[in-house]
C-alpha cells in the first residue's frame, strides 16, 4: 500500500529555502511559524557540534520528559518523528491475522503499517469498545483529518475495559490543542497503552523529527524486544526539544495566535467549515461543482495547497478539503483562491 500524505506535490521542488516564501502549504498540518527564539538559539549553539554522535538514548531529553510529564523514565522513548515510533510499537505488535480497529476517516499510517504487517484492518466512525478479538486499536486524538477530540474520560473507560490481550494505540500529535484530554502520564498505569507525542506540530520543529512515547509495562516489553537501531534522534533534535520543553508559554502563545488567525480563516471562505479543535479542519464542497482533488489540484497552480482525504478514508469523501491554517498573509491567499476557483 503506498502512503498518501501532503507535501508531495511541492516538497520535491524545494531547492533553496526562499522556495518556501511563495508556498502556502496548507495541505500539512506542521506550524507555519518557526520554532521559539531559545530553540533556535540552542540550534545554532549545537550546530558546529555536528561532528560530534548525538547520545544513544536521549537520557538528558528522557529526564526532562520525565519531570515535566510526571511519568517513569523507564516509560519513555523517542523517535525520529511520531510516525517512526507508530510504526515500531504496530510492527512489534501485530501478528499476521491479528485484527485492528481504526477510526475512518484517519491518519493513514495506521492501516497501512498494520497492512504490511498482515493484520485485518477494521475501519469504524467511532471506538466506544474494544472486542475481544481486537489485538490493537489506534485512535488519534485529536483527530486527523477532522481535529474532533475524544475526551480523556471516554478515553480512561476504554482503557480500562479493554481486553488484556489487546493494546491501545493513541496518538497525541495534535494533543498540544486539547492538552487537558491528554493520557500521556497515565500510561505506566495500564500495561497495554502507548501514548505517541510529537514535536513536529505545536512546537513547530516538523524538520527535526523529534518524537515520544509513554508505554504501559506490557507494550514496552514488546516494543524493546523488536530490534531497533541506537541514536533515534539526532544530536539538534535532542538539544532543541530539551529547551521546546521549557517554552510552553511559547506555544501556548501561538496556539492562541492560531485560533484567531483560524476564526478569520474560516469567516472569509466561500464554503462552510465543519467545526474543529485544531489548527486545521474540513471545508465542505457539496455545492460546488468541484471535488476535493479538483480544487487542490486548482489552486495549486497559485503555489497554494490544500488536501483531500485520499488515504484518510476508504469511502471516498470526496467533498471535503483539509485546510491547516496559515498566517495571515497566506490566508488571505488561500480564500481568494479558493473563491476564483469555486466561484468562476
Known amino acids: 500500500m503506498t502512503a498518501v500524505h501532503g507535501g508531495a506535490l511541492w516538497q520535491p521542488r524545494v531547492r533553496a529555502s526562499c522556495d518556501y516564501d511563495f508556498i502556502v502549504p496548507a495541505d ?4 507555519w511559524y518557526p520554532p521559539a527564539p531559545r ?16 547520545d544513544t538514548t536521549g537520557l538528558a531529553l528522557r529526564e526532562s520528559m520525565a519531570r515535566v510529564f510526571s511519568t517513569p523514565i523507564e516509560s519513555i522513548r523517542l523517535g525520529a518523528g511520531s510516525s517512526d515510533l507508530l510504526h ?30 498482515g493484520a485485518r484492518v477494521e475501519r469504524v466512525p467511532s471506538i466506544d469498545s474494544i472486542g475481544p478479538k481486537v489485538r490493537l486499536a489506534a485512535i488519534c486524538n485529536p483527530n486527523n483529518p477532522t481535529g474532533t477530540v475524544i475526551p480523556r474520560a471516554q478515553l480512561l473507560r476504554l482503557a480500562r475495559s479493554a481486553p488484556r490481550d489487546s493494546i491501545l494505540l493513541i496518538d497525541e500529535a495534535y494533543i498540544d490543542f486539547a492538552p487537558e484530554e491528554s493520557l500521556f502520564a497515565d500510561a505506566p498505569e495500564f500495561e497495554n497503552l502507548a501514548i505517541v507525542r510529537t514535536f513536529s506540530k505545536a512546537y513547530a520543529l516538523a524538520g527535526l523529527r523529534v518524537a515520544y ?12 524486544a523488536r530490534a531497533r537501531p541506537p541514536w533515534p534522534v539526532g544530536l539538534l533534535g535532542l538539544k532543541a526539544a530539551e529547551i521546546a520543553l521549557e517554552e510552553r508559554g511559547y506555544v501556548e502563545q501561538r496556539i492562541a495566535e492560531l485560533a484567531s488567525l483560524k476564526r478569520d480563516l474560516i469567516d472569509s471562505l466561500c464554503v462552510p467549515a465543519i467545526p474543529s479543535r485544531t489548527h486545521y479542519f474540513l471545508v465542505d464542497l457539496e455545492g460546488t461543482g468541484k471535488t476535493a482533488q479538483e480544487a487542490s489540484s486548482a489552486v495549486s497552480a497559485c503555489a497554494i495547497f490544500g488536501r483531500d482525504l485520499c488515504g484518510f478514508s476508504t469511502r471516498g469523501l470526496q467533498r471535503f478539503l483539509r485546510i491547516t ?15 476564483e476557483v469555486l466561484n468562476p
Open 28 to 31: 500539512v498540518n506542521d506550524a
Open 39 to 54: 530553540v533556535l538559539a540552542a540550534i545554532a549553539e549545537w550546530a558546529p557540534r555536528l561532528h560530534h554522535s548525538p
Open 88 to 117: 515500531h510499537i504496530i510492527l512489534a505488535c501485530l501478528r499476521p491475522g491479528d485484527e485492528v480497529l481504526i477510526l475512518d476517516p484517519t491518519y493513514a499510517e495506521y492501516s497501512r503499517v498494520a497492512e504490511i504487517a
Open 213 to 224: 512515547a509513554a508505554f504501559g509495562e506490557r507494550v514496552r516489553a514488546l516494543f524493546d
Open 325 to 339: 491554517t496559515q498566517s495571515a498573509e497566506a490566508n488571505t491567499r488561500i480564500a481568494a483562491a479558493l473563491k
